[in-house]
């Protein structure tokens, strides 16, 4: 359509009735929020239009005024403008064309390849699935990483929290799985096999430096798994209220996917941010305050946004990774008790494992999947069922150990074994590992296979192990894929190949 | 001057006094709310009476209907839109025409938060902003 036609046609559109508007005076503006006088027709929540195309939704409607976030550029604005309803709902655009894109909390793009085609839009707040058009979680979320995959599974439609101080490799593990899916994706759609579903990932970044939001882009970039992400940016520089408003629409455009039968997975990175956002807006709203100054809605803030996550029957599934951060290890504080009630599970990341080079710094004691191992594969619940008791009881009898010298002989060997478990669990970052060639690795640790080793040996082993399996076994992880269980057969299979593993290495 | 919590309660308090029987807004009783206002000398007085003022504003432009034109508007047009405003708002609605000739054409009509736009400046600028989204 030519310049031309498009006004021609935006010309016909205009019909030479009166146009009913109803209209409200700015009153006040401060900090992305702004007190109206009038606009006695305003709903609760409707985006309201204001002069040089910036919008505001309509979140407190008193007696006398209303008061409107406004997303956009304020410079422009002032006391004494005009604004108006909209009559509509504040809506984002969704679709697999926001695939490899960066936009900004409105949809739109913000990564200057040009605008985006989505043909559709859908609102920012939904109302979450209700319980009848739920399925239970039962389906696995390959995360890449062992420690997490091993002991606390992520299942399609569940809500996972992350949570952890600043530093300890959160945002890693959140990547780390983005980038993971990207694999599966890869490997799944060049089979052609028509069950195979993928998982889209949208990446939520709320209240971050933009230099991190760069290197997160560039990562993924990097590893190939931007084409199947969504990155939806309110970095620390954008006013509050679109800091509030981001992770609403990151939700809006993970639901897409999961209304058309496909299987998404969302990041919110972080949720403490987007609660100190929703503080700033509340209190200058003037809404009362409460425990820490946070209103008493926060907690409905985050389960509604949370809620949205599921998996709906008979068509797809929405799984969420919040992440929040703690300050000294305090998992008792308001917002961090608030999300890890309304998650089904979190994995907790303790600093002193980080510090002590055990990375990813998953703590056993205090991570949970409330879904448990409905969510994963048979061979992995072989090879790895027991191995969080035995890293509990090997978290506990390690701080006894350290009291006395005299240990009798099964002490020391269950110290012995969670040593290497724990080493065994080491993993860098943007190295997720195949679910298949986790179960090798654990199936070996299993089978003592790396007891004989230094422990200072185990990493570059099971990384040995891992790409003789992968450049010379490849049928037999193929089976494993295939399967997803271990019977006598593939086990013997395995077993000749680690065996064959074992002579290509050096003797001790 | 913000006013306060009290104030702005004590403005709408003084508001609804101003109103007569029949729910409009009486000359007298607004007099004699000021004369008191004069007297007793409240605090924060200034606050008080710019509160008061909003009210007031925002009830006179409920029960007025400014008719904005850029040509000549008959008489008997004005009445017709008065009588139309009232029976839609179910109160007397009584017109103000006022020229602008900054419509260009057409008419604009206001009463209390409700415009009725159907000027030429209005639909320019509507297409303006189809255009430029």
Request: aromatic share 6%; proline share 5%.
């Amino acid at each position: 359509m030519t310049v031309l036609e498009q006004v021609e046609a935006q010309i016909a559109q205009l019909s030479n009735r009166a146009t009913k508007r109803n209209t409200g005076t700015i009153r006040s503006l401060a900090d992305g929020v702004a007190n109206i006088e009038g606009l006695s027709d305003v709903m609760y929540n409707e985006m309201v239009s204001f002069p040089g195309n910036a919008i505001g939704i309509a979140l407190n409607l008193a007696q006398d005024e209303v008061g409107c976030i406004i997303l956009g550029d304020i410079a422009t604005l002032k006391e004494g403008d005009e604004v108006q309803t909209t009559g509509k709902l504040l809506s984002v655009p969704v679709g697999k064309a926001l695939l490899g894109r960066v936009v900004d909390a409105l949809g739109r793009p913000v990564d200057g390849k040009g605008p985006i085609d989505s043909k559709e839009a859908c609102p920012v707040e939904r109302i979450a699935p209700g319980i009848i058009a739920r399925k239970s979680v039962s389906q696995p979320v390959f995360t890449g990483i062992t420690a997490i995959d091993s002991m606390i599974p992520i299942g399609r439609g569940q809500r996972e929290l992350i949570i952890g101080d600043r530093g300890t490799g959160k945002t890693t593990i959140a990547i780390d799985t983005i980038i993971n899916q990207a694999k599966i994706n890869k490997v799944g759609l060049a089979t052609g096999d028509p069950k195979f579903r993928p998982i889209y990932s949208i990446y939520v970044a709320v209240g971050q430096k933009n230099s991190n939001i760069v290197r997160t882009i560039a990562t993924l970039e990097t590893a190939g798994a931007l084409e199947y992400t969504i990155i939806v940016a309110a970095p620390a520089a954008d006013n509050p209220a679109n800091q509030y408003i981001a992770p609403f629409a990151g939700a809006a455009m993970g639901e897409w996917f999961m209304e058309n039968d496909m299987d998404a997975l969302i990041i919110y990175d972080d949720l403490s941010k987007h609660a100190v956002a929703y503080r700033q807006i509340s209190l200058i709203l003037k809404r009362p305050s409460g425990r820490e100054a946070y209103p008493g809605d926060v907690f409905y803030l985050h389960s509604r946004l949370l809620e949205r996550a599921a998996r709906l029957d008979g068509k797809g599934s929405l799984t969420a990774l919040p992440i929040v951060e703690t300050l000294a290890g305090d998992i008792s504080a308001y917002i961090p008790t608030n999300i890890i009630s309304i998650t089904d599970g979190q994995i907790f990341l303790e600093t002193d494992l980080f510090n002590q080079g055990t990375r990813p710094a998953v703590s056993v004691g205090l991570s949970v999947s409330r879904v448990g191992s409905a969510a994963q594969i048979k061979a992995t619940k072989q090879v790895g069922g027991k191995l969080k008791g035995e890293l509990a009881q090997f978290r506990e009898l390690a701080a006894f150990a350290q009291f006395g010298s005299d240990l009798d002989e099964r002490t020391r060997k269950q110290l012995d074994r969670g040593a290497r478990i724990v080493e065994l669990f080491k993993q860098p970052a943007s190295a997720p590992i195949p679910i298949e060639q986790q179960c090798v690795t654990l199936w070996a640790m299993q089978k003592g296979f790396y007891d004989a080793l230094e422990i200072k040996n185990i990493i570059p082993a099971a990384k040995s192990l891992r790409e003789f399996f992968a450049t010379r076994k490849d049928p037999i992880l193929a089976e494993i894929r295939a399967k997803s269980a271990l019977d006598k057969d593939l086990e013997s299979k395995i077993q000749a190949a680690v065996d064959e593993w074992k002579l290509t290495q050096p003797k001790a | 001057m913000k006013a306060d919590k009290r104030t702005t309660q004590f403005a709408r308090q003084l508001y609804k006094l101003s109103l007569g029987a029949d729910g409009r807004l009486s000359s007298e009783r607004v007099a004699a709310v000021l004369a008191c206002i004069e007297k007793t000398k409240p605090a924060r007085a200034l606050a008080l009476l710019q509160t008061y003022h909003r009210h007031l504003a925002a009830e006179v432009g409920r029960s007025q209907a400014l008719i904005e034109h850029a040509g000549p508007v008959s008489d008997a047009l004005v009445a017709q839109i008065a009588a139309a405003m009232t029976k839609k708002y179910n109160r007397p609605i009584t017109p103000a025409p006022k020229p602008a000739p900054a419509l260009l054409a057409g008419l604009r009509i206001r009463v209390g938060d409700d415009l009725y736009d159907a000027s030429a400046h209005g639909a320019l600028e509507q297409l303006a902003t189809a255009t430029t989204a």
